[in-house]
């Protein structure tokens, strides 16, 4: 079992900045990925940011590129999102998740734990 909690999110003006936690528990095995996906009201999830835990790969999605970065802290087994100039398309919320295969990271569905996530709204 794998449980995973995110913070951080809130209300912020456009331009401005966030940073984002996802704390693990449990039995992490293997070369596992954590991945950052969002959803806003009446769309699908959406794939934000991976990180191959072990080998340290990153991927992201195109809309956040340059504005999103990824760190960890190995020890509390903690993933971290810096967002910054952030946009009201950004205004979703934000969850992350466990895959056990480390490899197609665009995928919801390939992901088999899920955080409760945290609320990010960007004012215009």
Not at 49 to 63: C, E, P, V
Not at 99 to 115: E, H, L, R, S, T
């Amino acid at each position: 079992q794998v449980q995973l909690v995110e913070s951080g999110g809130g209300l912020v003006q456009a331009g401005g900045s966030l940073r984002l936690s996802c704390a693990g528990a449990g039995q992490f095995q293997g070369n596992y990925a954590v991945g950052w996906f969002r959803q806003a009201p009446g769309k699908e999830r959406e794939f934000v940011a991976a990180i191959s835990w072990i080998g340290g790969r990153t991927l992201y999605a195109d809309s956040v590129k340059g504005r999103f970065t990824m760190s960890r802290d190995n020890a509390r087994r903690t993933l971290f999102l810096q967002m910054i100039d952030l946009k009201p398309e950004d205004t979703a919320v934000y969850y992350c998740a466990h895959k056990a295969v480390n490899n197609d990271y665009y995928a919801a569905a390939d992901y088999d734990y899920w955080g409760q996530g945290t609320q990010v709204t960007v004012s215009s």
